[in-house]
């Protein structure tokens, strides 16, 4: 049974407030969603222990902080064995500029997204960083232009 299994429409519209606005107090979340302080609170708690909400986070300017480049760089290993893959993933994980990061099908193994301060800045982490990881065999970079669509919500 997935956690979907439990989720009504109480539950979605608490999840739509709270992607939304993370910061909602409780009364006003109950509020929106037409349930007593109680029965929401109640209601958050099982989506928080179920791993439906994972965390609580603040939206962060990346421009505000010289970090607007976005970078999508595809990655190809020289073998995919278990071992070779979880010292990838070991390795990646600590590269702070590494937002987001996939184990893809297709013609590469990995999708980072990344940020960068600029065209330096994409260059030292490429040389100093991404090719130095064990078993890169192939590394491509791709610098986003502009952002068209960005959500952070999920459609529900």
């Not at 999840?15 to 958050?44: F, I, M, P, T, W």
């Amino acid at each position: 049974m997935s956690s979907s299994d439990f989720i009504d429409d109480y539950d979605r519209n608490i999840l739509r407030v709270l992607q939304r606005d993370g910061r909602c107090s409780n009364a006003a979340l109950a509020r929106e969603v037409n349930l007593s302080e109680s029965a929401c609170l109640r209601r958050l708690r099982r989506l928080e222990d179920s791993g439906v909400i994972e965390a609580y986070t603040a939206k962060v300017n990346a421009s505000a902080l010289d970090l607007a480049m976005s970078v999508f760089v595809t990655l190809s290993l020289t073998e995919q064995s278990q071992a070779a893959l979880n010292a990838f993933e070991a390795a990646v994980a600590q590269i702070p500029e590494v937002m987001e990061c996939y184990l893809m099908t297709g013609s590469s193994d990995y999708l980072l997204r990344m940020v960068a301060r600029d065209v330096a800045d994409l260059e030292r982490l490429h040389a100093q960083r991404l090719t130095r990881i064990p078993g890169v065999s192939r590394v491509t970079s791709s610098i986003a232009m502009r952002t068209v669509v960005k959500r952070t919500g999920l459609p529900l």
